[in-house]
Nanobody
Framework: VQLQASGGGLVQAGGSLRLSCSASGLAFSRPAMGWFRRAPGKEREFVAAISRSAISTYYTDSVKGRFTISRDNAKNTVYLQMSSLKAEDTAIYYC????????????????WGQGTLVTVSS
């Protein structure tokens, strides 16, 4: 089972980035695909999730209206479009596959990618 996150980089505050997560079939078929992040010195936190059908999405409050999660089932890829980036969005971003879209706990996710670093300069 593999998940490969990419698209991170250095961006100025107010800018945009799009993260991609390419997943193996087994992971991508899980009911939920999610993005998490770990900021320096902080715990890993939930960012966004999307259901297998893409009908349902779920966001943490701090990114609502700025980030958009989507998926391309033909490409086994999940995206996180990030706009109006802030310094506090700086973190390593991880994609993961889990069992319930409404459960933001990392324990709900059983497959994880290696992470991609996003740095937002103020």
């Amino acid at each position: 089972v593999q998940l490969q996150a990419s698209g991170g980089g250095l961006v100025q505050a107010g800018g945009s980035l799009r993260l991609s997560c390419s997943a193996s079939g087994l992971a991508f078929s899980r009911p939920a695909m999610g993005w998490f992040r770990r900021a320096p010195g902080k715990e890993r936190e939930f960012v966004a999730a999307i259901s297998r059908s893409a009908i349902s999405t779920y966001y943490t409050d701090s990114v609502k209206g700025r980030f958009t999660i989507s998926r391309d089932n033909a490409k086994n890829t999940v995206y996180l479009q990030m706009s109006s980036l802030k310094a506090e969005d700086t973190a390593i971003y991880y994609c993961a596959a889990g069992s319930r879209i409404t459960n933001p706990s990392p324990a709900n996710y059983d497959y994880w990618g290696q992470g991609t670093l996003v740095t937002v300069s103020s």
